[in-house]
């Protein structure tokens, strides 16, 4: 069964991506790629866990992002696509403020996380009060060169948990979540180094989740992994959404319409269409998405 | 199917076997050099070895210097530079590595920080005898601190504080990036960042550089002279180590000291043929401390890249 589209009565995902005609009675039509898409429950958009308002970025005189208006749904997976410089690492990177450890970077206009509607990149708000709610995991593996608990156990640490039972109960949940303790379970006090690429981003995936955090970036986080490695991390993804508001960057279009239940197409750091996955991959109402998709560039 | 303007294969051998010819120039002049260098170190050494022969035994180390050449021992001198070098290690290693996080990892990149950089590195540069010119000055006189071995140790602690600053910040940007964003992003601050990861990691780098700094630290003449070593010294400083509470005592910080390289400075320049074996010995114990500390810095190096490769 065709999944259905029904994101025109999400008041707030239509404001920043007006559809053309009624969607919801739409029919999908045939897949131009041949992609096989996941028959999804979920195309509905939950409601927005963060908003991007009028969100402008700059390297220095260089303007990285222009004007990005973006929902993210709660508990849905949501994919950021488009060629090659194009701005959606630098969007990413916005949502825990990595760019504040560059110098001469400028943030304007809002992300406004939910419920209590604080602005992510507002010049008011601590880089590191936003990197504690938010998690991330990066394009290569990075484990720290400490033991497979250390790794997990770090950013607990940091927030101050000391109690040993309870660091070793979080851990092992967050292990258990990354799919990965069966695998490691008497490696805990080896070197994070000794694993296979895979496991160590699946580390970092049991890293980021151990501080339970509200929305988890990953940013093209299989682009070093060989494609057994990649599989098991996107069937991972696909079940954190239960957990997590996760907010994906990949260069690979198969990936975002495997893993993701919305798919942002990004151009020359602009925000060109965004929808559900199904309906970008199968009817993107821009012609820069279409041409991208079909691989006429990127 | 050639063109006419690709070479023919014989061409192409003929212009090769030239090239490879000059590769196995290059290889030949630099083993020559190589060994050159090698060969030099190793005919001093056994040289020394050879002249200071007859100075090898256990006396040798536990006599204090004397007037008399074969009842003459290093103990005082061997003593003084090791204290010195407690002194130093200690000094450099806090001062320099906090220097070195300061501009590594905090300082702004401005014009102002740029000529500390330009000054630290060229501190390195600054003749030995500068600074002990300066530490006369400012530790002995004006610091009150005397012909001391705590003021010997503040001098050659400044002397390799840049050596110590330099290998430091390479080896603490030798830590990637993506270590650093790793742990900022997990919410880490800049100083937890530097304490649980930048700086544990780079250890071992900038032990490395510690010990270099320090086997360049205990040849160096010129500035423990100026600070007044003396060369004729027939007893210990005072012991650490005390009997009474609290067990333990600074007094020997304040104590009066002579140093390897003073001692054989002294023996050299007598005219009594025996004391030149005293010398030759002493200079190669002298030498064997600095390659043994050499040894040291490299297991180090060693073990932590076992340990950590990027």
Redesign the interface.
Known sequence: MDALITTSNEPKLRKVAPMQGDTSTQKVEKPSLSIVLEDRKATRANPPKANAENLNFWYGTNQALKNINLAIPEHQVTALIGPSGCGKSTFLRCF?R?HD?Q?DTKYQGAITLRPDNVNLVGPETDP??V??RI??V?Q?P????KTVFENVA??LR??GVKNRTELAERVEKALRGAAIWDEVKDRLTD?A?ALSGGQMQRL?IA??LA?EPEILLFDEPTSALDPIATAKIEELITELRQRVTVLIVTHNMQQAARVSDFTAFMYLGELVEVDATSKIFTNPSKKATEDYITGRYG | MATTAALTLEEIRKGLAWRKQLDKVFVLVGLAVLFGCLATLAILFADLLQQGSSRFGWDFFTSFPSRKAERAGILSAAVGTSLIMVVTALVALPVGVAAAIYLEEYA??NWFTGIIEINVTNLAGVPSIVYGLLALGLFVYQFNLGQSILAAGLTLALLILPIVIVATRESLRAV?K????????????RW?VTK??VLP?STGGILTGLILGLSRAIGETAPIITIGALSFIAFLPPSPVTAEFPFLSLEWLKSEFTAMPIQIFNWVSRPDQAFQANAAAAGAILLGMTLLMNAIAIWIRYRFRK???W
């Open positions: 825990n990595m450890l110098p590191i009060e990197r504690m998690g991330m990066f290569k990075n484990p720290f060169p770090y950013g940091l927030r070197s180094l970092c890293r980021a501080t | 702004p990149k990637p993506a270590i650093r964003e790793a742990a900022y992003g997990l919410g880490a601050t937890e649980d990861h990691y340990k950590i490769n």
